[in-house]
């Protein structure tokens, strides 16, 4: 007879489990703002990056919102992890 284990109940799951489950909102939150930053600071406005046309803003815009996504990823300025740390306090206060 073959006894398969216990699952750990669901007040006994993984510690960073609710960390983890603001993390993707957080990472997202904060490359839109540094996509916003970029922008006005005037990051992707070279005309000479795709050889000017029609879909040269629609393109840049859209390089402008990766790079964000990828310095948010990797670390950002750090505004993720401040809302991360803020939204778990919230959540123990509840």
Partial sequence: MDVSPI???????????????????AVALEASFLAEMLKYSGHGESRSSFGGGEGEDAFAGLLVREQATLMAESGGIGLA??????????????
């Fill in 7 to 25: 699952s750990p109940m669901a007040n006994q799951a993984e510690p960073n489990a609710g960390r983890n489950k603001y993390k993707e909102v």
């Fill in 81 to 94: 992890e401040q809302i991360i740390d803020s939204m778990m306090r919230r959540a123990e206060n509840v």
